[in-house]
């Protein structure tokens, strides 16, 4: 009798190839694209800390009294002359230093040539966020600032809500913020330098100017994997040859 076990077999291999061809190579561009994308991400977010880097190693200047572009003194250093309204103090919440979470203290800041800005003064610990526990670092009268111009942060995927009617911050929302000191909405804020307070509190000196990038990681993962699967891909199609039909031609 014929053997007719051989033609399902072929059958079998063929479509198991195609299966894999099916899988394999759509699956290699995939991981290929967002190597390359990962690619992309790591030159733009290169180009724009060593953007920040300069901005933030130039002199620092004093603060102009119409900031028109504020995008233009993004991480810029400067001093401004004037007063606290230590009475308005607003809290940013969830701010960590030295591995201990706390509040960044948000104050306006009365210009003398100038209008209101919004100041971050810096970090306090949980227990110090009420201002008695803290009056050493409540300087009153003229003063002199020096700083670093930031944008208003946004809201992440994970952020909460602010909470204004309880003062608590948990993104730098400048419009809702201004709203709340009752001061013309500014489109920046001042962080504070880290020259020491009187008393210890709050600790300037809390900003980031680099964005943290781990885009060399992810274009590591994505490459080695669309690598990994071709060799897969290339070892499976090798130990299951197409057959030309030679070997499985029926027997007697």
Excluded: C
Excluded at 49 to 55: H, S
Excluded at 164 to 189: C, H, Q
Excluded at 190 to 216: F, K, W
């Amino acid at each position: 009798m014929a053997k007719t076990d051989g033609a399902p077999r072929r059958v079998t291999s063929a479509r198991a190839r195609r299966r894999a061809t099916w899988f394999a190579l759509p699956g290699i561009v995939l991981l290929l694209a967002l190597g390359s994308w990962q690619v992309h991400r790591l030159m733009w977010k290169t180009e724009l800390n060593e953007e920040r880097r300069a901005q933030f190693q130039a002199e620092a200047v004093m603060l102009p009294a119409d900031l028109a572009d504020p995008a233009s003194f993004a991480y810029r250093r400067v001093w401004l002359e004037g007063r606290f309204r230590h009475e308005a103090e607003m809290f940013l919440a969830a701010r960590t230093h030295d591995r201990r979470v706390g509040y960044q203290i948000i104050t306006p800041f009365e210009r003398t040539d100038g209008p209101v800005v919004l100041v971050n003064r810096g970090w306090v610990p949980l227990e110090s966020k009420e201002p008695e526990t803290r009056l050493g670092g409540q300087v009153q009268g003229a003063f002199r600032l020096e700083g670093v111009v930031v944008p208003g942060g946004r809201a992440g995927w994970f952020t909460p809500d602010n909470e204004p009617e309880n003062n608590i911050w948990f993104w730098t929302d400048t419009e809702a913020l201004a709203a709340k000191a009752g001061i013309p909405a500014p489109a920046y804020l001042v962080d504070a330098g880290p020259t020491p307070n009187p008393g210890g509190l709050p600790i300037g000196g809390q900003t980031r100017v680099e964005l943290r990038s781990q885009h060399m990681q992810y274009i590591v993962i994505w490459y080695a994997l669309a690598i990994g699967l071709a060799v897969i891909y290339v070892i499976y199609m090798r130990r299951n040859p197409r057959s030309d039909g030679s070997e499985d031609e029926s027997e007697a």
